[in-house]
């Protein structure tokens, strides 16, 4: 009878009658799809659980060096004046910078996404061409053209002026995310303009808003060019002073820099864990208000002084010291052209290798979302915490004591790019995956290809939008690079970002301008095809939870 199941009589002298075959058959079949299923996830996971050990590498050298430069030295170097005065002053200008570019960032996004101003899109990629300059490129046009711009005024306006961008994209993609008809009914409801934003538009883009600020952080804690030249003194450059005389006394210095890093990631994961949206997102671009005429012209003068002060004064500096004079005293060690082949060559590596390494993480995360698997991926954002000195003081602790072939080799420099920046690619990598089915490789490997095949035919072709644009904020980063660059860039070889640090360095401004404007443009072209890709991925990336930077997308 359809439906029923034949029970066996059970032979003599057996005390339970054998099972059901059928439910044999299924429970066998069920066991073997999760036995099968097990070792498909098991590949992923353990390759994902091994990036991301890669990634900590850098924080267990660090304490390794410490604890062999013994606690004595530790001791000295923190618990004493001068690192209380370099504490205190890496938190006020932490705290400053935060606050204006949080200010500067929101406001840039607000007027761009709910405003109806003319030449929308050139303004929209103009205020983001500031991540193209390197922090100590501007700072360098700014202190050789205003003598008197230095400390910590000087230090505040060129971070803020550089820095700016990390909460306007963020910020602008949670507008976009949100929905617009909660302020339609605010103002319906007889809130006013300011309130309506407070209340409402605020809570909308908080979570973007502390991820922007945890980016301005890092990047204000890591910086050292831009302080060396306005002779603003942080744990970062005290940290590049120490190195070249006292190592034992650089990696003392490192703990707490590291220590600070990590516990901003912590703090900001704590409150975009409380503020992240619950509602659910829109698609479609809000209804933008015409502003008055003289409402409007104001908000056009203002983005016309922003530009002006981050994009053109910089521009205009460089190209009026190549005018001046290219005269220098310094021997020609290398070419321009020398340089920027070997500028792009070192970071198209590490931005290959972090895009590669940014895959199995992804995978993982997204396809294996179990609590350990999620504790894995928070890890290797843990890195960005890390300044680059601090990551490069690490590298140079394990190659001269277990690895000395890779000493002041490119491969340890590729290899330092891609642990810095991985967490870039990962942001970029994972929305993509977020955004493909699994299915198309299921479907594969039921018509008899292998894992590896199926992911190489099916799955990287999918994801490949974000693995450019992850290629992209990697190599973008790595070409202005300077701490790790300056420590562990191979005798003999020479990068923009060398050549131009020499040349400031002895005040041939002429000769170091065409570095930087080189620099700068081979930076801005990757710049604007990001700010498009994050861009169009504003309002689908649902699911990209986590701390840090997936509030980019």
């Given at each position: 009878m359809s439906g029923t199941a034949t029970i066996v009589p059970a032979p003599a002298g057996d005390a339970h009658p054998p099972p059901d075959r059928r439910r044999l058959s299924l429970r066998h079949r069920h066991s073997h799809g999760h036995s099968h299923h097990r070792r498909r996830a098991r590949p992923s996971t353990v390759v994902g659980a091994m990036v991301v050990a890669f990634t900590l590498a850098p924080l267990v050298f660090l304490l390794i060096d410490a604890h062999h430069a013994g606690w004595q030295e530790v001791h000295t170097v923190l618990f004493r004046a001068r690192s209380a005065m370099l504490l205190s002053n890496t938190g006020k200008l932490v705290v400053i910078v935060c606050a204006t570019t949080a200010v500067v960032g929101t406001a840039t996004a607000w007027c761009l996404e709910r405003l109806a101003l003319p030449a929308r899109r050139l303004l929209a990629a103009l205020v983001v061409l500031p991540i193209a300059f390197p922090d100590f490129v501007v700072g360098y046009t700014w202190h050789s053209t205003f003598p008197w711009i230095h400390g910590l005024m000087g230090a505040s306006l060129v971070m803020t002026l550089t820095s700016y961008p990390l909460v306007y994209l963020p910020v602008r993609a949670a507008l976009r995310r949100a929905d617009p008809e909660a302020e339609g009914v605010a103002r319906s409801l007889g809130l006013g303009p300011w309130e309506t934003f407070w209340r409402v538009t605020m809570r909308q883009v908080l979570s973007g808003l502390a991820g922007g600020c945890l980016l301005v952080a890092l990047a204000v804690m890591a910086e050292f060019g831009a302080f060396e030249i306005l002779r603003f003194q942080t744990f970062t450059t005290e940290v590049f002073t120490e190195f070249q005389f006292d190592p034992a006394a650089a990696s003392a210095l490192a703990l707490p820099l590291a220590m600070m890093g990590l516990l901003v990631l912590a703090g900001e994961a704590v409150v975009t864990r409380r503020t992240h949206p619950t509602g659910p997102t829109v698609s479609r671009d809000p209804v933008r208000v015409k502003p008055s005429t003289s409402a409007g012209a104001g908000v056009l003068v203002a983005f016309g002084g922003l530009v002006g002060l981050a994009v053109v004064l910089p521009i205009a500096t460089l190209i009026g010291w190549m005018v001046r004079s290219q005269r220098t005293t310094l021997p020609a060690s290398t070419s321009l052209a020398h340089a920027l082949a070997s500028t792009v060559g070192y970071g198209a590596g590490g931005a290959l290798l972090a895009t590669v390494l940014a895959v199995p993480v992804a995978v993982m995360a997204v396809r294996r979302p179990h609590t350990l698997q999620r504790v894995m991926e928070r890890g290797a954002y843990l890195v960005q915490?890390?300044?680059?000195?601090?990551?490069?003081?690490?590298?140079?602790?394990?190659?001269?004591?277990?690895?000395?072939?890779?000493?002041?080799?490119?491969?340890?420099?590729?290899?330092?790019?891609?642990?810095?920046?991985?967490?870039?690619?990962?942001?970029?990598?994972?929305?993509?995956?977020?955004?493909?089915?699994?299915?198309?490789?299921?479907?594969?490997?039921?018509?008899?290809?292998?894992?590896?095949?199926?992911?190489?035919?099916?799955?990287?072709?999918?994801?490949?939008?974000?693995?450019?644009?992850?290629?992209?904020?990697?190599?973008?980063?790595?070409?202005?690079?300077?701490?790790?660059?300056?420590?562990?860039?191979?005798?003999?070889?020479?990068?923009?970002?060398?050549?131009?640090?020499?040349?400031?360095?002895?005040?041939?401004?002429?000769?170091?301008?065409?570095?930087?404007?080189?620099?700068?443009?081979?930076?801005?072209?990757?710049?604007?095809?990001?700010?498009?890709?994050?861009?169009?991925?504003a309002t689908g990336a649902t699911g990209t939870t986590g701390t840090t930077l997936p509030v980019l997308t």
């Open positions: 915490g890390l300044p680059g000195v601090v990551v490069a003081l690490s590298a140079v602790f394990f190659t001269t004591r277990y690895a000395y072939r890779l000493y002041q080799s490119s491969t340890l420099l590729i290899v330092v790019y891609a642990l810095l920046f991985l967490p870039l690619a990962l942001v970029c990598v994972k929305v993509s995956v977020v955004q493909t089915s699994e299915s198309y490789a299921e479907v594969s490997r039921s018509l008899g290809r292998g894992p590896l095949a199926s992911f190489a035919l099916i799955t990287v072709p999918l994801i490949a939008p974000g693995l450019a644009a992850g290629f992209c904020l990697v190599f973008l980063s790595s070409v202005t690079e300077l701490t790790a660059t300056l420590i562990l860039i191979p005798i003999g070889h020479h990068t923009l970002v060398t050549q131009f640090w020499a040349y400031q360095g002895a005040a041939a401004y002429g000769a170091a301008a065409p570095y930087a404007l080189v620099m700068i443009l081979v930076a801005g072209i990757p710049t604007l095809l990001l700010n498009n890709w994050f861009a169009r991925r």
